[in-house]
């Protein structure tokens, strides 16, 4: 036990070797709690992950390590938080997460979540502590309401709102515009790139490529206040993502756009799906490189994986999305795609040391 108060304790949640093993039973449960607690905040799962996912994306990597803990109220799990410590780059952040069930807010559990986290980032020598919050709150530009659950706690706490990203959605339904968009973007770009598209991995000739692409995710796309620094990617951290992925259950289609002149790939874009959601799909990374931007390699590759995901997942009809609301190049191409404004996510930090 990590630490006690009246009406509840804190206790650190050792991860199992396999969800159905007899050492699973706590990790399931709580894993049923999260589900409870998406299901408070946007009234469906859409945004929950599956067992699996969480089991295999909390586990260390030589890139990350991620410590667990869970609030009991008598014999139930009442509350979850984590943090989260970069080893490679950003070694001054921790991103942390606190979760109460609703009917058990207000009676401090969520305070000694969020200390217990806190206290393992410190002791990790972490001096900026970095959170993210979730607000079912409609259309733009409502933003992230400061008298949100969430970003109340956050602001009691000492905490700034330094982002706010807007969560879309995508009826697949919803594609009347999407043979002008192809037509346009193939007028722009044919002449000088080409879409290459595979599933899960990366081949071997292109790896080290988009290495450089990913790494270029951490500074070439909007951070708001957030203090990120360049993320050091190769292909050994390319092909761990991947690996982690697959544990999770997930399917990955990347399109990517390749500069004929040079051969070097300068676009992609990860769409995810997880059959543990059937229906589902969400759109993950999208970035053009500096240099090749102005040539509608952005709506090229979205487009292209978007065709690929209706040819082979016909039955997926909702793709999800989130982009921070100053990438207003990206997010103008989501809304011509049919992407719809269904909440955001605020984005937030703390200097402790």
């Given at each position: 036990?990590?630490g006690?108060?009246?009406?509840?304790?804190?206790?650190?949640?050792?991860?199992?070797e396999?969800?159905?093993?007899?050492?699973?039973?706590v990790f399931?449960?709580l894993?049923s709690?999260?589900d409870?607690?998406v299901?408070?905040?946007?009234?469906n799962?859409?945004?929950a992950?599956?067992?699996?996912?969480?089991?295999a994306?909390?586990?260390d990597?030589?890139y990350?390590?991620s410590?667990n803990?869970?609030?009991?109220?008598g014999?139930?799990?009442?509350?979850?938080?984590?943090?989260?410590?970069?080893?490679?780059?950003n070694?001054?952040?921790?991103w942390?997460?606190v979760?109460?069930?609703?009917?058990?807010r207000?009676?401090?559990i969520?305070?000694a979540?969020?200390?217990?986290v806190?206290d393992v980032?410190?002791?990790q020598?972490?001096?900026v502590?970095q959170?993210?919050?979730e607000?079912?709150?409609?259309?733009p530009?409502?933003?992230?309401p400061?008298?949100?659950?969430?970003?109340?706690?956050?602001?009691k706490n000492?905490y700034t709102?330094e982002?706010?990203?807007?969560?879309?959605t995508?009826?697949?339904d919803?594609?009347?515009?999407?043979?002008?968009?192809e037509?346009?973007?193939?007028?722009k770009?044919?002449?000088?790139y080409?879409?290459?598209?595979w599933?899960?991995?990366?081949?071997?000739?292109?790896?080290?490529n988009m290495?450089?692409l990913?790494g270029?995710?951490?500074?070439?796309?909007?951070?708001?206040?957030l203090?990120i620094?360049?993320?050091?990617w190769d292909?050994?951290?390319?092909?761990q993502?991947?690996?982690?992925?697959?544990?999770?259950g997930?399917?990955?289609l990347?399109?990517a756009?390749?500069d004929?002149?040079t051969?070097?790939?300068?676009?992609?874009?990860?769409?995810?799906l997880?059959?543990?959601?059937?229906?589902?799909a969400?759109?993950?990374?999208?970035?053009?490189a500096?240099p090749h931007r102005?040539?509608?390699?952005?709506?090229?590759?979205?487009?292209?994986?978007?065709?690929?995901?209706?040819?082979?997942?016909?039955a997926v009809?909702l793709?999800m999305?989130s982009?921070?609301?100053?990438?207003?190049?990206?997010?103008?191409?989501?809304?011509?795609?049919?992407?719809?404004p269904?909440?955001y996510?605020?984005?937030?930090?703390?200097?402790?040391?």
């Amino acid at each position: 036990m990590t630490g006690q108060v009246p009406d509840f304790s804190i206790h650190e949640l050792h991860l199992p070797e396999s969800l159905d093993g007899p050492d699973g039973k706590v990790f399931r449960e709580l894993s049923s709690v999260m589900d409870s607690m998406v299901l408070e905040t946007w009234g469906n799962l859409a945004r929950a992950s599956s067992a699996q996912a969480r089991l295999a994306g909390w586990r260390d990597t030589p890139y990350v390590v991620s410590t667990n803990f869970f609030a009991r109220v008598g014999g139930n799990i009442v509350g979850h938080a984590s943090c989260q410590v970069p080893l490679k780059d950003n070694v001054h952040t921790a991103w942390l997460q606190v979760e109460v069930l609703e009917r058990y807010r207000g009676r401090g559990i969520g305070s000694a979540l969020l200390g217990t986290v806190e206290d393992v980032a410190r002791a990790q020598g972490r001096r900026v502590l970095q959170a993210r919050t979730e607000h079912p709150t409609g259309a733009p530009p409502a933003g992230v309401p400061e008298d949100g659950p969430g970003a109340a706690f956050c602001l009691k706490n000492g905490y700034t709102l330094e982002q706010a990203t807007r969560f879309s959605t995508l009826d697949m339904d919803h594609n009347a515009e999407w043979a002008r968009l192809e037509q346009a973007a193939h007028t722009k770009a044919d002449a000088d790139y080409r879409v290459l598209a595979w599933t899960d991995r990366c081949p071997p000739q292109y790896v080290d490529n988009m290495a450089v692409l990913m790494g270029r995710m951490s500074t070439d796309t909007p951070a708001g206040g957030l203090e990120i620094e360049a993320e050091d990617w190769d292909a050994a951290r390319v092909r761990q993502l991947e690996d982690t992925a697959l544990a999770e259950g997930q399917t990955a289609l990347v399109a990517a756009a390749q500069d004929r002149r040079t051969g070097a790939l300068v676009a992609y874009t990860v769409v995810y799906l997880d059959p543990a959601k059937p229906g589902i799909a969400e759109q993950d990374d999208t970035l053009v490189a500096k240099p090749h931007r102005g040539h509608g390699l952005g709506m090229l590759v979205k487009l292209a994986n978007l065709r690929r995901l209706q040819a082979e997942y016909p039955a997926v009809g909702l793709v999800m999305t989130s982009n921070a609301e100053e990438n207003e190049h990206m997010l103008s191409i989501n809304v011509q795609l049919g992407f719809k404004p269904a909440g955001y996510d605020g984005e937030w930090q703390k200097r402790i040391i």
